[in-house]
Antibody, heavy 123, light 110 residues
């Protein structure tokens, strides 16, 4: 059974860089059938898509975050990662990793999610 | 950017009643790229419906989706206790690839 597990520092200081990893078990990130991505959730803005990565290393980002975000894949560890630079309190959120279909008849939705991890930006 | 609006914000119903949730898009959305999720407190969202009307694996048939263009609906035919949760619609843009979510509808117990 596919499982996604986020790991995170929990607390990040303002202006620093947030780094998260998502370990995938029960399946391979090196699949042509799926994108792997990040979504965050805040009480104020709800669910916000951050970006995703394909096994070819193609990446796609939310335009509102693009200047600060990097999503990457490590196939040797079966992980995806997220870095978000110059964080502020507005980046305090629950961060989820999730799988998105990439095939023409099964794309555009997130069918498997991690449990999420809370990141607080505070000094 | 396509903006999704959901209504009502909160729906107060009793178990066994029918719930009708609306999702409206600021521009036409391909039905292939409209999905619905359920989120219970403390849990990640769970995919219910994709392609506007196809139930995801393991989703009970009391959940159904319909609609096209800019107006989509999620119907729960008879609310079970575990269905009281928040529901989100989501659309996918192909150019450039991106996803956006609606603000959610809370279904709570009357």
């Amino acid at each position: 059974q596919l499982r996604l597990q986020e790991s995170a520092p929990g607390l990040v200081k303002p202006s620093e860089t947030l780094s998260l990893t998502c370990t995938v078990s029960g399946g391979s990130v090196r699949s042509s059938h799926f994108y792997w991505g990040w979504i965050r959730q805040t009480p104020g803005k709800g669910l916000e898509w951050i970006g995703n990565v394909y096994y070819t290393s193609s990446v796609y980002y939310n335009p509102s975050l693009k200047s600060r975000v990097t999503v990457a894949m490590d196939t040797s560890k079966n992980q995806i990662s997220l870095t978000l630079s110059s964080v502020t309190a507005a980046d305090t959120a629950v961060y989820y990793c999730a799988r998105q279909g990439a095939q023409p008849d099964a794309r555009g939705f997130l069918d498997v999610w991690g449990r999420g991890t809370t990141v607080i930006v505070s000094s | 950017e396509i903006v999704l609006t959901q209504s009502p914000g909160t729906l107060s119903l009793s178990p066994g009643e029918r719930a009708t949730l609306s999702c409206r898009a600021s521009q036409s959305v391909s039905s292939s790229f409209l999905a619905w999720y359920q989120q219970r407190p403390g849990q990640a969202p769970r995919l219910l419906i994709y392609g506007a009307s196809t139930r995801a694996t393991g989703i009970p048939d009391r959940f159904s989706g319909s609609g096209s263009g800019t107006d989509f609906t999620l119907t729960i035919s008879g609310l079970e206790p575990e269905d009281f949760a928040v529901y989100y619609c989501q659309q996918y843009d192909t150019s450039p690839p991106s996803l956006t979510f609606g603000p959610g509808t809370i279904v709570d117990i009357k």
